[in-house]
């Protein structure tokens, strides 16, 4: 579709047309925000730009490997529907990736057009990328009806053309390595045109395919980690851009891509269109996130990290490696095709050497022992967190049920009731990092683990308490590689605590809380007793913390910014935190033996 016809089929998009009226300067602005937004894709840009694209991409990684189920035909589908590819995003690279990857599959039969944020239209990638099929969207534009109307018919458009489109969910990249919550913007908007294709007598049905996109390393790792420190994100310029030519000289792995399967829009039974919009996002996201993969470097850094003796053998890493990968194999936890059985040793032992050419992880030889120890360097752990964070969603059943069972061993519970107060603490102090199984699921889970270590069913809460210690301490086996993963964020809630007992009944700015909880955790980490993570103070982690007390009704917001309003609760809150630590060290430590 050349310029002039696309500005016509624009213009006729009925919001937008009955918008516009006559209004000339109206006009006159929707058509200038068009040439801000559309891509400009080029087949032929893209197959001279290929052997390029092909030998940076090799120097870099590994290779990106592509999975989707076998029985997925994606060009049939595309030829049939309206397809809308929804990718987490934890890298720029991923811009390329997924269309890289399909490209080299199906080359210009799937010709996928990408949402991509208007703070990557700067020279000299801007026009490359238009070519490459990315559209441009700013980051805001409330308020502004000529642009989201102008936006929304662009959309319009490449459904009726039946052109694949893509966006990430999130809104942005992942600063923590976490998947975030979807923002519902390009739902709606991509509802809204679609229904106005129907309307129109259009035929292809809606569907939105989920993708999960895994890094063994990202390059902006760096930026990323001085993010989590409290530095603020750079703004993308052109100067900036030419710096990054230094990664070409660094490795990345592989990139793994999980197509998942097609969600329809007329699955999602909802009426209101609001519970339509928010049900079919986190449809898309709960799939994302069950299709990101176990990687060699995300599984190394969830075994480092968690180390409760500080170092480790190479035999001891292989141990724990397979212990996770029994669990993954028998609960369903996605891995990645590097991590068989067959490639297991081979992949690991890459992923643990860049890491350690990487200045990450250091080797200690103990000539006496004979041994090679390998510990993480302690002011690199925020930037391996990053991949420890990706996939620790797929773990947080083992990790809720943890203190349940130790209560249990220890007889310090001994009711349903108990039990069920012990879960729902747990899930508390986590909701505002991860989208948490209901209890239902929890306990499902909770109960297939026994089976598993026992061999034999569990069905209800009360037959828990007619396992033996040693049946019990079977399930904790199971469940042991992941009791510490989450506990750095148990000490930042720690930390937050002093801090808002340090700043007593004076109003504080969120400023002030930051600045007094990275003081506390200074003093707090270098006296080692609770505080055993660099990671546990982050930015992210800080700001989800004054949700979290403000949801509690421990403070509220008031000028300049939050005042305490029950300090005995953040008492309680600091003796349960105290305990919840000091348990878990004693625990994990006479489990290590």
Known sequence: MNKRQLQKTILSYPPLKDYLGDDDSKKKACLKNLDEIASHYSTTFIKKIKPVVDMILSKMYDGINLEYPNDLDLLRLSKENNLIFVPNHQSHVDYIALNYAFFLKYGPKVPIHIAGGINLNIFPIGPIFRKLGCFFIRRTFSGNRNYRYTFEAYIYVLLKQGTPIEFFFEGGRSRTGRLMPPRFGLFNMILDAHRILQEEGHKRPLLFVPVSIMHEFVPEEKSLTRELGGKKKKKE???????????????????????????????????????????????????????????????????????????????????????????????????????????RERTMKRALELLRKDQKIKPIQKDSLNRTFYVVESDRRLELLYFKNSILHQFLTPFLINSIFIKMIDGRASTVDQLKSILKEQRDLLKYEFYLPDASEIIRKAFDIIHHAIGRKVTTFGECFELSPDELSKAVKVIHPFTSALNYIYEAHYVGCLGLKHLGNVPFTEKKFLDTAKAIHEIEHQHGRLIRFNESYSVPLLKNALKYYENRSLLKQEDPGFLVTNLEGIDDLIDYLTKYLTEHLMFNLKTLH
């Open 237 to 343: 310029s052109g100067a900036q851009l030419i710096k990054l030519l230094r990664i070409f000289s660094k490795q990345f792995g592989t990139i793994h891509i999980k197509v998942g399967r097609p969600i329809s829009k007329d699955e999602i039974q909802e009426q209101d269109p609001h519970q339509r919009v928010y049900k079919l996002a986190f449809r898309c996201y709960r799939s994302v996130g069950a299709g990101m993969s176990l990687t060699p470097t995300s599984l190394l850094t969830l075994i480092m990290m968690d180390a409760p003796s500080g170092a480790l053998t190479y035999e001891s890493i292989l141990k724990k490696t397979k212990d996770i990968l029994d669990y993954c194999e028998r609960f369903e936890v996605p891995t990645t095709s590097t991590l068989g059985k067959g490639d």
